[in-house]
């Protein structure tokens, strides 16, 4: 019974981290970095399935699935801070959509 909230406590945290994590990113690097999520994403999915310790395998599992849901994320807060609802970092380039994805 405490393994169930604990885990759905952590898993909580973990999502909620990454929200502030998406909106930095996209400020500092753009969404061109959304293949750093999608490495992370695939080691963390590796790793659930490799580690024993069921605690430490659903988290990993969590974590994994935050970072997919975190590149379409990504671009979502492109299209955000396009329409102005978020700040646009000033030292980057004029160019606000990435064209390589």
């Known amino acids: 019974m405490i ?3 604990l885990i759905g406590f952590a898993a909580f945290l ?3 981290s990454f929200y502030p994590i998406v909106i930095k990113t996209e400020y ?6 959304w293949w750093v999520f999608l490495v992370v994403g695939v080691v963390s999915l590796g ?3 490799v580690v024993s310790n069921i605690y430490c395998s659903t988290m990993l ?3 994994a699935a935050t970072n997919f849901w975190a ?3 990504l671009f979502e807060q492109e299209d955000r801070v396009a329409k102005g609802w978020y700040p646009k970092n000033p030292k980057r380039d ?3 959509k990435s064209t390589n994805v």
């Open 28 to 33: 500092y690097f753009s969404a061109r970095s």
């Open 71 to 73: 590149i379409n994320e």
């Open 61 to 63: 599992g969590v974590l």
């Open 3 to 5: 393994y169930s909230i």
């Open 94 to 96: 004029n160019s606000l």
């Open 47 to 49: 790793a659930s399935l």
């Open 14 to 16: 973990v999502i909620g």
